[in-house]
């Protein structure tokens, strides 16, 4: 089973910075990973996949990058609207899919 | 509107059972591979079950494999899970989740439900 680390667990960015999240996986995933944006009481949101395509109508300050088995989700100038929990997730080696623990990005 | 629903969850005691459904509208569910995932509270995210089109491709996480079985009818534009033999560790909120894939599987999920929360508790 692939397993997904993120980190840091809590990001604290304000308003107007830029916002770097991290993702690490156990082995080879193809940039096959997708990124998720969950607020309190809500369903999560698909955010990137492919490491680095945009779902549809997500806006352009979100970027997904990789190198290796590292996966970085940017938020160029973060938005009140942008903090809440994200999670990657790999969807080469399945089943099982397997999500990473979450980074909670929070208003500094 | 395209929106999956899900419903069923509540309080249920351990050993017992329980059935969720996940009812699409906006969409045909048979275009589409449909997974259930679920998150317990104030924790992560775990895809837990999987199926495919017609029903015959079926997957399971080891943590519910044998108690937990998924089915859909697409005449209803629904799936399901069968829950059995809960356990206080099966706690959680239940989304549906559908592949971003049309008619094959990408294996991520680009529409979600709202969720129904299972409580397994004596």
């Known amino acids: 089973e692939v397993v997904m680390t993120q980190s840091p667990a809590t990001l604290s960015v304000s308003p107007g910075e830029r916002a770097t999240l991290s993702c690490r996986a156990s082995q080879s995933v193809n940039n096959r990973v997708a990124w998720y944006q969950q607020k309190p009481g809500q369903s999560p949101r698909l955010v990137i996949y492919g490491a680095s395509t945009r779902a549809t109508g997500v806006p352009a300050r979100f970027s997904g990058s990789v190198s290796g088995t590292e996966f970085t989700l940017t938020i160029s100038s973060l938005q009140s609207e942008d903090f809440a929990v994200y999670y990657c997730?790999?969807?080469?080696?399945?089943?099982?899919?397997?999500f990473g623990q979450g980074t909670k990005l929070e208003i500094k | 509107q395209v929106q999956l629903v899900e419903s069923g969850g509540g309080l249920v005691k351990p050993g017992g059972s329980l059935r969720l459904s996940c009812a699409a509208s906006?969409?045909?569910?048979?275009?589409?591979?449909i997974s259930w995932i679920r998150q317990a509270p104030g924790k992560g995210l775990e895809w837990i079950s999987y199926i495919g089109l017609f029903g015959n491709t079926i997957y399971y996480a080891n943590s519910v494999a044998g108690r937990f079985t998924i089915s859909r009818d697409n005449d209803q534009n629904s799936v399901y899970l069968e829950m059995h033999s809960l356990r206080a560790e099966d706690t959680a909120v239940y989304y549906c989740?559908?592949?971003?894939?049309?008619?094959?599987?990408?294996?991520?999920?680009?529409?979600w439900g709202r969720g129904t929360l299972v409580t397994v508790s004596s």
């Open positions: 997730q790999q969807y080469s080696d399945w089943p099982p899919n397997t």
């Open positions: 906006g969409f045909t569910v048979g275009d589409y591979f």
């Open positions: 989740a559908r592949d971003a894939g049309y008619t094959y599987g990408n294996y991520y999920f680009d529409l």
